[in-house]
């Protein structure tokens, strides 16, 4: 049964609406997705811990969910917004509803509401934080409860998502190392048949590691707050920065440990980690107004021209004004918008781009960077 609901935000819109997952009530920031499919890879990435998702296309649900099509272990997003909840899924890989699998996690879904007008506000006015609930339908109540909420800006979701105890990536299982093992260079298992990499867990997606393992790469995942001393004392080929939530420049611990590790080895950064590579090199984030998050993000790879259909989740960038031009080279840029959304240094063996080339959802034009990173340590 569904449940009269009430959406405010907190420059005092409201929107009535209803939730399919019953009685409830959460906050976050409200972002919006332009993906078509794909929800379930959405809900269960890291990067979008602390907000509410409203996907623009208007009929979800359809083909249900399946243990499969995760991206990491629980549901991140703070709520979930649609147009159409579809009850009904039809797909042989289904093993339950979207609205099953949403309540089993106690994550609110919503419906009935238009929200083109929704994501069309949140274009104009930005990103922002709201409420949802069932039990306070009073608008005036809901809007200052939104305003009262933290914001993005200034926290540190990291700590949030990251493991806390390190593990191998084999045969696409989480393997935890046991405390009896040593993590030194002799932990790697297939050192000199496989390039070995550690990669830090601001907030990893699962297919990230699978492109890493599918490239050839032994890999063992370590907690956002590893230190420089422990990634040296393990004596890897390369070094590997991942995804993460919400605002870089609090993540001060990743950012030092970056610093000292820039020029030991091939050092390669996804979304969070091109941010976070970034200010260890001495440049500036900033928020962008309603950020890019979707599959269809074109970009154009400045050495070859192609221009690069890809998959973006993220509401924060690097300026690159802030970058020094005789260290940093640009290597992508964004079509729509003209933000940086690649770069590498000219003397180290580091690079980095805003957007996930292992989709997930998305295309996959950009695969293509996971060799990179292999001949980058094959040539060090």
């Known amino acids: 049964m569904k449940m009269d609901a ?31 499919t794909g929800y379930q890879e959405i809900l269960t990435d890291p990067s979008y ?31 979930f917004i649609v147009r159409e909840y579809q009850a009904f899924p039809s797909n042989f890989r289904a093993t339950d509803t979207l609205a099953d699998y949403l309540k089993s996690q ?14 069309r506000h949140i274009r104009n006015a930005g990103a922002m934080r709201a409420v949802i609930s069932t039990r306070d339908l009073d608008p005036a109540s809901l809007v200052r409860r939104a305003r009262e909420t933290p914001s ?30 040593a993590l030194d260079a002799t932990l790697w298992r297939e050192k000199g048949t496989k390039f070995s ?31 420089a001393a422990a990634v040296r004392a393990m004596a890897p080929d390369g070094i590997f920065l991942s ?63 192609r221009i690069e259909i890809t998959s973006q989740n993220h509401g924060f960038s690097v300026d ?12 992508h840029v964004n079509l729509n918008d003209q933000t940086l959304e690649g770069f590498r240094h000219r003397s180290y063996p580091a690079f980095s781009v805003q957007y996930h080339p292992e989709a997930s959802p998305g295309p996959h034009d950009s695969r293509y960077l996971f060799e990179t990173f292999s001949k980058m340590m094959a040539a060090a």
């Open 320 to 331: 690159m004004a802030s970058l020094s031009a005789d260290e940093i080279e640009v290597s």
């Open 197 to 227: 990499v550690v990669a830090f867990d601001f907030g990893i997606k699962y297919n990230i590691l699978r492109c890493l393992a599918a490239a050839g790469f032994e890999i063992v995942v370590v907690p956002a707050s590893t230190g």
């Open 6 to 36: 009430l959406i405010a935000l907190e420059d005092g819109r409201t929107f009535p609406c209803a939730s399919f997952t019953g009685p409830g009530e959460t906050w976050g920031e409200l972002v919006f997705n332009t993906g078509m």
């Open 49 to 79: 811990r602390g907000q509410i998702v409203t996907m623009t296309y208007p009929l979800i649900g359809n083909y249900g969910v399946n243990p499969e099509d995760v991206e990491s272990d629980r549901i991140q997003v703070a709520g």
């Open 243 to 305: 995804n993460g939530p919400g605002d870089p420049e609090p993540v001060t611990y990743a950012v030092e440990t970056i610093r000292s590790l820039l020029g030991y080895r091939p050092l390669f950064g996804i979304c969070l980690g091109q941010q976070l590579l970034g200010l260890a090199l001495g440049g500036r984030t900033y928020k962008l107004k309603f950020g890019h998050r979707g599959a269809n993000q074109p970009v154009k790879n400045l050495d070859t021209g």
């Open 106 to 119: 106690g994550i609110m879904g919503i419906d009935d509401l238009d929200t083109r007008a929704l994501t």
């Open 152 to 181: 993005l800006v200034g926290r540190d979701l990291v700590r949030e998502v990251s493991t806390r105890i390190p593990y191998r990536w084999v045969a696409g299982e989480r393997v935890p190392i046991g405390e009896d093992t």
